[in-house]
């Protein structure tokens, strides 16, 4: 029997998978979160053998719980199951220690098949993000991507040098780079241009 937490801020869209995944004989549906913190603390609790994880939740996010799982419930395999069809999310899935991305459009034999692979020890991800993914590597780096991840909130150029501990002259060299790799004219454009590609 495969032991199965789902996590899904949508209590609609939980109920749902967890009815379908049921109906599977060897499924059984162990847990269901609302949050991000509430399945990191049942996978700890339950220790279930793969958690289904959607991106974006309240508390924690999807990725940061794939992260938390690797290491505090290594027994666990994850996979994302998100309507973000983005490259960029998958390559922070994969980055994060996600054995599968899928996409919520799929058909539920496909999920049951997928999960079924996981546990066997394989890594299932969706073909046509497969295919974007390669078409559309990240060219920024970690630095890069923290810089502008931090500019997306807001902060100004004064702030964002005394978070990250770095001098103002740095940080606008920084954000010169990113505007020149992702060709866009200003840092609105360049936060808008990484947020649909899912590197930040």
Do not use: H
């Not at 509430?38 to 508390?59: G, H, N, R, S, Y």
């Not at 559309?136 to 702030?159: D, F, H, K, W, Y």
């Amino acid at each position: 029997m495969i032991r199965i937490l789902l996590a899904e801020d949508q209590a609609l869209v939980r109920g749902a998978i967890a009815t379908l995944l049921d109906f599977e004989d060897d499924f059984e549906v162990v847990a269901a979160a609302g949050d991000g913190a509430e399945a990191v603390k049942l996978a700890m609790t339950l220790q279930p053998d793969v958690a289904l994880i959607d991106i974006e939740m309240p508390k924690v996010s999807g990725l940061e719980v794939v992260e938390q799982l690797r290491t505090r419930v290594p027994t666990c395999k994850c996979i994302v199951v998100t309507t973000f069809a983005r490259p960029g999310y998958m390559q922070r899935a994969v980055k994060a220690g996600a054995c599968g991305y899928l996409l919520k459009d799929a058909q539920v034999e496909e999920l049951a098949a997928a999960i079924r692979r996981i546990v066997a020890g394989e890594r299932v991800m969706s073909p046509a993000l497969m295919v974007a993914a390669m078409e559309s590597a990240n060219p920024l780096t970690e630095r890069e991507i923290q810089v502008l991840r931090l500019a997306a909130t807001g902060q100004t150029t004064r702030e964002l040098a005394r978070a990250l501990s770095l001098s103002e002259g740095t940080v606008r060299n920084y954000l010169s780079e990113v505007f020149s790799k992702l060709n866009a004219s200003s840092r609105q454009e360049a936060i808008k241009i990484a947020e649909a590609q899912g590197w930040i």
